[in-house]
């Protein structure tokens, strides 16, 4: 297959996910995803203890050059999707994303899914910026030390971290050098840009409801910053450590990008939510052309091979 990767000795067929947050709050999305031939594998909602019913509505806005959310971390709660990823889905790995609201929460989540039978990857995710008075965990270093320092006290399945993006390179180095002490499958880079603001001129306001309007942004316009967190990262973290790259993606031309830059799944979030599930087939089609017109006949021979001047 000329589109594969391999994370934590788990084959991946086909390189595309959907962004943990995008069609797959539900069992039947995460169905209705594993079922697409394009579809390499589902990442779910980022689950919480309990089950959430998220911030109040609207909570998400599409604009031309991308999206904004302060969706709040709904989801039906721990135990609904790992009940999911634990039932066979033996055609296809599924990626099981747990949040932290606390240390102590994701600490406690992470040690059922250590007790579990599920054997996929886990991504715990540091990053999200619209629970109201929590920050972004991995926007503190010294706490994202400490919470993996404990984790991996414990943890032996494969687990991976969802991250903000960032853009500094002294954070950059900061965080690979945290990240680089642990047995990490894999880092997802990026998040939304956390706490933008879009404001419609017309009636002079905010366009969501949480916040005064502050949320993360997502789709096109976030491509660049996507890009130079895979990069930046695939240039510092052990080899071992593998990319999903998050971000920007609204065609093949940005799947190719993601790969060039290091990243081995390549996940869709706002087009997602935009054109749904039939968005996979485009981009596959369109990675493949590109790849066709290039010579490459697999994306070993591109992948984290962009050149530089
Ligand atoms: O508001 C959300 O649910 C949310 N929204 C995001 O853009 N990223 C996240 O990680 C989460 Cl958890």
């Known amino acids: 297959n000329r589109l594969h990767a391999t994370i934590a000795d788990i084959n991946f067929e086909g390189i595309l996910a959907n962004a943990s947050g995008v069609h797959c709050q539900t069992k039947e999305e995460l169905a209705e995803l594993l079922a697409s031939p394009y579809v390499a594998t589902a990442v779910t909602k980022s689950s919480t203890k309990e089950v959430r019913t998220g911030n109040p509505k609207p909570s998400y806005y599409e604009f031309e050059q991308g999206s904004i959310n302060s969706m709040g971390l709904p989801n039906n709660g721990f135990d609904y999707y790992l009940d999911y990823v634990s039932q066979d889905h033996s055609q296809k790995p599924v990626i099981l994303s747990v949040a932290s609201l606390s240390m102590t929460e994701g600490i406690e989540l992470l040690k059922r899914v250590q007790d579990s039978d599920f054997q996929g990857i886990t991504e715990f995710n540091l990053s999200c910026p619209n629970v109201v008075g929590k920050p972004q965990v991995a926007y503190d270093f010294e706490t994202t030390h400490q919470i993996l320092t404990e984790v991996f006290k414990f ?134 052309m590109i790849m066709n017109e290039k010579g490459y006949q697999s994306i070993d021979e591109f992948k984290g091979q962009l050149k530089t001047m």
């Open 155 to 288: 943890f032996k399945k494969p687990l991976g971290v969802k991250l903000p993006p960032y853009f500094d390179f002294a954070h950059f180095d900061q965080m690979a050098d945290i990240l680089n002490q642990f047995p990490l499958s894999h880092i997802n880079s990026v998040n939304s840009i956390g706490n933008g603001l879009y404001v419609d001129v017309e009636t002079e306001a905010s366009v969501i409801k949480p916040k005064k309007g502050f949320g993360g942004l997502g789709g096109a316009m976030i491509l660049p910053t996507a890009l130079a967190n895979v990069r930046a990262f695939r240039e510092r973290l052990n080899p071992d450590i593998k990319i999903i790259g998050t971000g920007g993606v609204t065609s093949g031309e940005e799947v190719f990008a993601h790969i060039l830059c290091g990243a081995d799944l390549v996940s869709v979030g706002t087009e997602l939510q935009r054109q749904g599930i039939g968005l996979f087939e485009k981009l596959q089609h369109e990675l493949l």
